[in-house]
């Protein structure tokens, strides 16, 4: 679903990604793992469009979205990916279910239609009862949670997700792992995931580790 070829990206004198290609197939979870300065953030931001890189092609189903001008590269990011990262970005002056359904009025839906998909999610996700909430009044599970719904609002091909667990205690981390596995399962979600958490990382279908820019395994 998405193939990255020769992707290397440098910041002044430091290589940061040297030549790196990559697949990811859609309905597996990929974990993306290595040391600090790896890389893989820089990855991660590369194949969500966040970043352009120096050199190499990104390709979604065939689609070279390096070659799109940046109406149309942010219209592709809105409609196909979503993101989640290590502190969940709510914004506090809108309920939990308002905070979801954003990616979708951004991408032209009816608030009808927004609002409908992000209670189904979060009524997936065992929030029912926190609809009408706002961030300040949730636990961090709770927000987690609500962030990979709002990644999910528009049926992305692929969620990047950015250290999700790093910001959660025990307990969440292990249902927020679950979550990960049932979405895959349910809805045939696709993710992508750069993680320092073992656990996490077991429980993906691939294990990708990087190390000084390159993938070594």
Known sequence: MISARNISKSF???TVLNNIDVDIYPG????????????????LQILGTLMTPDS???????????????????HFRNSSIGFVFQFHRL?????L?????????????????????????LVYMGLEHRLNHKPSTLSGGECQRGAVARALVNRPKVVLADEPTGSLDTANRTEL?????NLCR????TF?????????ADQADRVIKMADGRIIQ
Do not use: W
């Not at 597996?28 to 820089?42: D, L, M, R, Y």
């Not at 914004?91 to 309920?95: A, G, H, K, V, Y």
């Not at 750069?194 to 996490?200: A, G, K, N, P």
């Open 12 to 14: 002044g004198d430091v």
């Open 28 to 43: 597996k979870i990929t974990a993306i793992v290595g040391p600090s300065g790896a890389g893989k953030t820089t990855l």
């Open 56 to 74: 190499g092609t990104l390709r979604y189903d065939d689609n070279d979205v390096l070659t799109l001008n940046d109406r149309r590269l942010s």
């Open 91 to 95: 914004l506090p002056e809108f309920t």
């Open 97 to 121: 279910q308002e905070n979801v359904a954003l990616p979708a009025l951004i991408g032209g839906s009816s608030r009808s239609d927004a609002m409908e998909r992000a209670r189904e999610l």
């Open 177 to 181: 792992q679950q979550l990960f596995r």
């Open 186 to 189: 349910d809805l045939e979600a």
């Open 192 to 200: 992508v995931i750069v993680t320092h958490d073992s656990t996490l």
